[in-house]
């Protein structure tokens, strides 16, 4: 594909390019791994207050500071290399840095003693597996697989979404307070034990199809209504607001939305009683989806698009097309769009077709962080 120039150049407004040979490559990666190793050690010297419980069970201790261990060397070579370049080395510089103190504070050599957890922690641990593991992957195949070649990964308020992306993976010792305390406190009485046995005694396949079912069509209603619901759109065009998509793009929700959302969908859920490892494979599923339909990226899934939410077809959920607005609001199952008419089909059935244009429509959201936590709360006009 040939890219045209003022393209190009409209793209790089208020991004930050990077190109081969410039040593800002290296240099990014450099300060990436070098930050994350520090977060690492961080969450090593304080596990009771920066790690998250439900998380650590999970993980292999040594595994992970091997992995630390190859962050720090990686840190310093990146680093390196825009020396050698002679371009970025302040990135370079700074990477290098990050990366010998965190080798400084102890590095993967730190022994972890028993502790007694308090109720409320931060999720380090899980802001560093979950950014490595995602960056790694979605940032490969945006390159590979491109909707949109010229749009940097750097792009403009990336660092905006970054927040969202901290702030959201930190919080999480919160979302399981309020999501159980939710489900489990204020709907425990309608638990049935039969109801509990028969769901459990099906294979986890089946199970795993039901978790999916039944979230989506709560997730379904609750999305709508943050869409129809003036009162609650002014919670969720925060998540409509970025006018570049790409995996880091979902990210951006309002910390008020991912708690009801999150409270509503466990609760069916709990209520029925999947068995673990069904509920562990739509977390997986669900880790994945969310990205990726957010991503920017041009894959071909073929007749897969009618069973699962593609790219294509949560895009156009967040095009500002006159057309395309308040439709598609499955996060999963598209029937689901289908079935209670909110399929934008002259839209999604044109599969070459993607939006031209994303955002909210009319009054443009505040541009920071504390704005957009702040606006659907200040400045509302009378019967909002």
């Known amino acids: ?50 790690t998250t419980p439900e998380l650590r069970t999970k993980y292999d201790l040594e595994v992970l500071r091997n992995v630390l261990r190859a962050g720090m060397l990686l840190a310093i070579a990146f680093g390196s290399i825009t020396f050698f370049l002679w371009r970025a080395k302040r990135l370079g510089a700074t990477g290098i840095a990050l990366a010998l103190t965190a080798q400084w504070l102890g590095g993967a050599g730190i022994a972890v003693d028993d502790f007694e957890q308090p109720i409320v922690s931060f999720g380090f641990d899980w802001l560093v597996l979950a950014l490595l593991s995602n960056s790694l992957v979605f940032v490969l195949i945006e390159r590979l697989w491109p909707l949109h070649p010229e749009q940097l990964v750097l792009r403009r308020e990336w660092k905006l979404d970054l927040v969202y992306y901290a702030f959201n993976h930190l919080m999480i010792s919160v979302v399981l307070l309020v999501t159980t305390f939710f489900s489990e406190q204020l709907f425990g009485w309608a638990v049935h034990g039969g109801v509990q046995a028969a769901i459990r005694s099906q294979p986890v396949w089946l199970q795993f199809a039901e978790v999916l079912f039944v979230a989506d069509l709560t997730q379904y209603w609750v999305h709508r209504l943050f869409h129809e619901s003036p009162r609650f759109w ?151």
């Open 234 to 384: 002014r919670i969720h065009a925060v998540h409509h607001c970025p006018a570049e998509m790409d995996w880091l793009s979902g990210s951006r929700m309002h910390f008020g939305e991912v708690l009801l959302m999150r409270s509503l969908v466990i609760t069916p859920i709990f209520l029925l009683g999947f068995q673990e490892s069904a509920i562990n494979t739509y977390v997986i599923w669900v880790g994945i989806q969310a990205v990726l339909i957010h991503a920017n990226v041009d894959l071909p899934f073929g007749p897969l698009r009618y069973l699962f939410v593609t790219p294509h077809f949560h895009h156009w959920h967040h095009s500002a097309e006159a057309g395309a607005i308040d439709k598609n609001y499955a996060s999963h199952l598209p029937v689901l769009d289908m079935i209670f008419g909110t399929y934008a089909g002259n839209h999604v059935e044109e599969y070459d077709r993607w939006p031209e244009r994303y955002g909210v429509v009319g009054k443009p959201l505040p541009s920071s962080f504390i704005g957009q936590s702040l606006y659907p709360f200040v400045g509302r006009k009378d019967g909002e």
């Open 1 to 50: 594909m040939v890219e045209d120039n003022g393209d190009r150049l409209k793209a790089e407004e208020g991004g930050i390019p990077l190109r081969f040979g410039e040593g800002r490559i290296s240099g990014v990666l450099s300060i990436f791994l070098g930050a994350s190793s520090l977060l690492a050690v961080l969450c090593f010297h304080f596990p009771e207050y920066l």
